[in-house]
């Protein structure tokens, strides 16, 4: 039975404070030293000329595919990648002009039939504004409800099947499965974690049960039938910035997909921003404080991550 709404206590949610589990999933530690941090004063760029510049972009290549301390090869499914510019500790967050650049990369598993026909539409569109399908959000269910119980069905009873985009969004019409589901639980009681709150991404019901997965210990990791790690979700862990989200095995995912008869992508949107303080944007005479980021990437026939992005400045 799920929680009653409104409650939040859920007795299978036992993640713990984030130095507890950070030991059992991958280390990305020189993933971090290149790339965790963001100099926003590499040049001494006026607000405007630095929102303006596209060179100092990191590569969203760089946060889709990810190798850990022990060579593996991982990618983000879902995830939320952030870098935010320090503000003086003598002042308050949001007194003062800040400089801030985010992406968000999310993962459609398509038919390969359908690949070069879809990948050739998404490298040609602009994902702005988040239209594309989205991953599902749960909390009237357990954690260890999910992704099979009939609480869980109740919620989702179409279990991530196929979905196609409104045809007055797009003409792209190729049916595809959105890769994630996320928990929340907003009440948590126990102290458990230091926040009280928790937006956990997961793989997609679709996904877990396609490949046959299990999690058996309820803390967002998830195995084979040989006790391998296949998945984990990062979201729960601080020191893990600056990417957040749900982590999948390249090569379990790879085999999956080419055994199948399935392909994925990614459509990335970001942005780089000016918060706080009173900035006008001197070249267009408005509050446009905005360089919108738009991108689609994919995997080659050598399983090599390709892609490509591009900006514009919003007004």
């Given at each position: 039975m799920g929680v009653i709404w409104g409650l939040g206590h859920d007795v299978s949610f036992i993640l713990q404070k984030d130095h507890?589990?950070?030991?059992?999933?991958?280390?990305?530690?020189?993933?971090?030293?290149?790339?965790?941090?963001?100099?926003?004063r590499k040049r001494k760029l006026s607000h405007d000329?630095?929102?303006?510049?596209?060179?100092?972009?990191?590569?969203?290549?760089?946060?889709?595919s990810f190798i850990d301390d022990e060579k593996q090869e991982w990618v983000l499914l879902d995830g939320f990648v952030n870098w935010e510019e320090d503000t003086s500790p003598e002042l308050e967050r949001y007194e003062t002009p800040r400089r801030e650049l985010w992406y968000?990369?999310?993962?459609?598993?398509?038919?390969?039939?359908?690949?070069?026909?879809?990948?050739?539409?998404?490298?040609?569109?602009?994902?702005?504004?988040?239209?594309?399908?989205?991953?599902?959000?749960?909390?009237?269910?357990?954690?260890?409800?999910?992704?099979?119980?009939?609480?869980?069905?109740?919620?989702?009873?179409?279990?991530?099947?196929?979905?196609?985009?409104?045809?007055?969004?797009?003409?792209?019409?190729?049916?595809?499965?959105?890769?994630?589901?996320?928990?929340?639980?907003?009440?948590?009681l126990d102290c458990s974690l230091s926040k009280g709150s928790a937006s956990i991404k997961l793989p997609c019901k679709w996904l877990i049960n396609q490949m046959h997965l299990k999690h058996p210990h309820m803390d967002g990791r998830f195995f084979d039938d040989n006790d391998n790690l296949v998945a984990f979700t990062n979201t729960v862990f601080e020191k893990t910035r600056p990417v957040y989200g749900v982590f999948f095995n390249?090569?379990?995912?790879?085999?999956?997909?080419?055994?199948?008869?399935?392909?994925?992508?990614w459509a990335?949107?970001?942005?780089?921003?000016?918060?706080?303080?009173?900035?006008?944007?001197?070249?267009?005479?408005?509050?446009?404080?905005?360089?919108?980021?738009?991108?689609?990437y994919t995997f080659d026939k050598n399983q090599k991550l390709i892609g490509q992005y591009k900006t514009k400045p919003d007004g």
């Open positions: 507890e589990l950070s030991g059992k999933i991958p280390s990305f530690s020189k993933w971090h030293k290149t790339n965790a941090s963001h100099n926003f000329e630095w929102l303006h510049k596209n060179e100092d972009l990191p590569n969203p290549k760089n946060f889709i968000m990369p999310k993962s459609y598993i398509i038919k390969q039939a359908d690949h070069n026909r879809v990948f050739s539409w998404a490298t040609n569109i602009d994902f702005a504004g988040r239209w594309m399908p989205e991953a599902h959000e749960f909390y009237e269910a357990f954690l260890g409800e999910y992704p099979n119980s009939v609480a869980f069905d109740d919620l989702k009873s179409d279990g991530n099947t196929w979905v196609k985009l409104d045809k007055t969004e797009s003409p792209m019409s190729a049916p595809m499965i959105v890769t994630s589901d996320i928990y929340l639980n907003e009440f948590t390249k090569k379990f995912l790879v085999n999956f997909l080419r055994k199948k008869g399935y392909s994925i992508f990335v949107i970001g942005e780089k921003q000016i918060l706080g303080g009173r900035y006008l944007n001197p070249r267009s005479g408005n509050s446009t404080t905005r360089l919108k980021i738009t991108g689609a």
